[in-house]
């Protein structure tokens, strides 16, 4: 995982109090920057309708600071750089539409519509992920590695702890939930009948 480390080197007043140390993270989101990939499998698929796989992800890069205590550090959670969204977005289409073809045309720009809201679900959430990526980070309590362990076991703890959080895990459910709202009410709207009257023709 990612990481920044900050050595603090004056000594505390009370080396055995680790939660002394404790300061509210700073807190940066940031958007992957995503691709788009269009497919068409050998295996049948719905003639009139396509499908579009989204790939989230969420990566928190670490700032820490180690305060040097008896036997040890203290190790300290001083900044989140979180970089949450899409990053790839792959629409498949069935190969009995031809590229350039009405109906190909016509699947593509659906599949484009859905795109977009899963987008626009994001920006829309915006201040929801940086609240529950502040929470989540400010959650995260000083731990101490004894001296010569490194800071490799702190680092895991932490970023589970980031992945982990309740605040984080409700952020998720609340982006698929809305995706799924916005993308039936998509399918609703375009029902297939733009490659229906292409077939037509």
């Known amino acids: 995982m990612p990481y920044v480390l900050c050595l603090v080197c004056a000594m505390p007043a009370n080396a055995s109090d680790c939660i002394q140390f404790k ?58 750089d979180a970089n949450v969204g899409y990053t790839e977005f792959l629409v498949k289409i069935d190969s009995r539409n031809r590229p350039g073809s009405c109906a190909y045309d016509a699947i593509l720009a659906h599949e484009q519509m859905h795109i977009s809201a899963h987008l626009s679900v994001l920006d829309d959430s915006g ?14 309590m000083p731990i101490f590695v004894p001296a010569g362990d490194g800071f490799d076991r702190a680092l895991d703890l932490m970023q589970r702890g980031m992945q982990a959080h309740p605040d984080i895990v409700l952020m998720k459910r609340k982006i698929n939930a809305e995706n799924e709202i916005r993308n039936r009410r998509i399918d609703m709207q375009d029902d297939g009948r733009a490659v229906r009257a292409c077939l037509e023709k």
């Open 127 to 140: 201040q929801d992920i940086m609240r529950s990526v502040a929470a989540a980070a400010n959650s995260i």
């Open 23 to 80: 300061k509210t993270p700073t807190v940066n989101i940031s958007a992957p920057i995503w691709n788009k990939s269009v497919v068409q499998p050998l295996a049948p698929m719905d003639l009139l309708h396509g499908v579009v796989i989204a790939t989230f992800s969420e990566e928190y890069s670490l700032t820490i600071e180690a305060n040097p205590v008896s036997g040890g550090y203290c190790v300290v959670l001083s900044a989140v």
